[in-house]
């Protein structure tokens, strides 16, 4: 096949490569395209221009002064190595170079990267972090890397405790279990129903950590890696899974996340490219082979690259049993082409709402997901739901209720009365948020175990499984 060559239209010196947009770019300016989306987010305010910008002694500030302030701009990176978080990594690499450079050898910020991921996952996720320091080691600039493995840090944290729901009033308690009782995320996750509460958890506990470590590093900024189309996905998705109050909060970067001590800010610097672009450039950049279970799509490059042959083709039909991220993430892919304003859209959409107005009693944290928490959502269910069954009224109704009674569901309902009834003797009252309310509701015994939240040191001893790059 003869491809006709185009000329950028940027340059208009060079082969253009891909076409984004309707505008055939080069290599070399769809680089500058982007990055300069990603540097205009992280000029947006005085906030984040402090924290990039290279500080130098003035009459406001002494020489010693103006280096601290370089060093303490401390900036994480959740990396996942997905494309867009591997992508937001390379970028502020870059400019950490340039600055490295330019402003010979004195840097704006530092620069830390964390990936928290299953046991499972471990090796392959430390042969690519290795990889990544390999890139990076010639640069001049030091980025540290940081790994966390999920189980270990779940499994060992101080403070586990058990929540069960009450199915006709909606509203929860829990007991603290036993300091000795060793509880593994698996275990956690095999009570669970059904994949979107499984991926609703470990998102949950991940998000936990990432801020958890944010805040016992004094970083001043978390740098999320989710482009344009992922955040769509994001808010689509918390709409449908009744966490539409959350949009606000997690879309927020002007405000201190104040549930997690108040000294750092998130920023999404991605948030105006679009996913196929990140794709598009992961793949210029060389950064594809670092990829780790994730599908990049290439439809914006004008040759097909070779690498793109090893990528399983998208299924035709929605597979069964996908989660409701999951099928966000099919949605917003399939019209990225050519529907993309639809993206924005949502994405502008969602960045002006503002929380909802708070009705209940000093705004509490949900237990489970600690978002903060608006409304009733126990009263509001118990006010659309018909709890009571249908009473026995003769013989034929007395036998099938004993049968039901001696089944192995009899059976599992039994134990549930007699936990509520535990739990409403000893145990304290949990507030949950309606997302995680269904969460738990899918669990076949309507309870799960988790992390205490109001115990701030529940996670104390998660330093000891970070292994930073010193470690091979
Ligand atoms: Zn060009
Ligand atoms: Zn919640």
Known sequence: MIIETVLCQRCKKIDAVLCSRKEYFCPVCFEKFVSLKQRKQMMSDNYFQDIFKVIYGDKLRSVEEASTMNRESRVLVPLSFGSSSLLTLDILHGILKEQFTVHRGTVGFTLDAVTCCRYQEMGEVRRRLHKLRDRYSDSGVEIKFHL????KAF??????????????????????LER??????????KECGGKSA????????????????????????????????????????????GRGAQIADTLNTSDFDESFGGEFKPLYPLRDVLLSEVDA??????????????????????????????????????????TINGLARKYFDDIED????????VVRTGAKLAPPTCEVDNAPNCTLCRSMIYKDAPGWLQSITENLGHPIEDDADFQLYEAWSKSQLGEVHADYIELTGDFQRRGDDALLCYGCITTVLSSSTKSLVWINSDKQDALDDISRYILTDEED
Not at 148 to 151: A, E, R, W, Y
Not at 204 to 218: C, L, S, Y
Request: charged share 25%; aromatic share 8%.
């Open 148 to 151: 966390i493995d999920l189980d």
């Open 155 to 176: 499994e060992t944290c101080n403070d586990h405790i058990r929540i069960v729901l009450n199915d006709s009033t909606f509203s929860s308690r829990y007991v603290a």
């Open 180 to 189: 000795l009782q060793k509880v593994s995320m698996s275990d956690v996750l």
């Open 198 to 241: 499984q991926e609703d958890l470990v998102t949950a506990f991940t998000d936990r950590i990432v801020k958890d470590f944010a805040q016992r590093g004094n970083y001043k900024a978390i740098l999320w890696g989710h482009s344009m189309t992922r955040l769509a996905d994001e808010v689509i998705s918390l709409v449908v899974k």
């Open 281 to 322: 450039l992961c793949h210029l950049k060389g950064l594809a082979p670092l990829l780790y279970k994730y599908a990049p799509n290439y439809s914006l490059l004008l040759v097909r690259p070779s690498e793109a042959d090893k990528i399983t083709p998208k299924p035709k039909y929605l597979p069964k049993n996908m």
């Open 338 to 345: 050519n529907y993309s304003n639809v993206i924005s859209t």
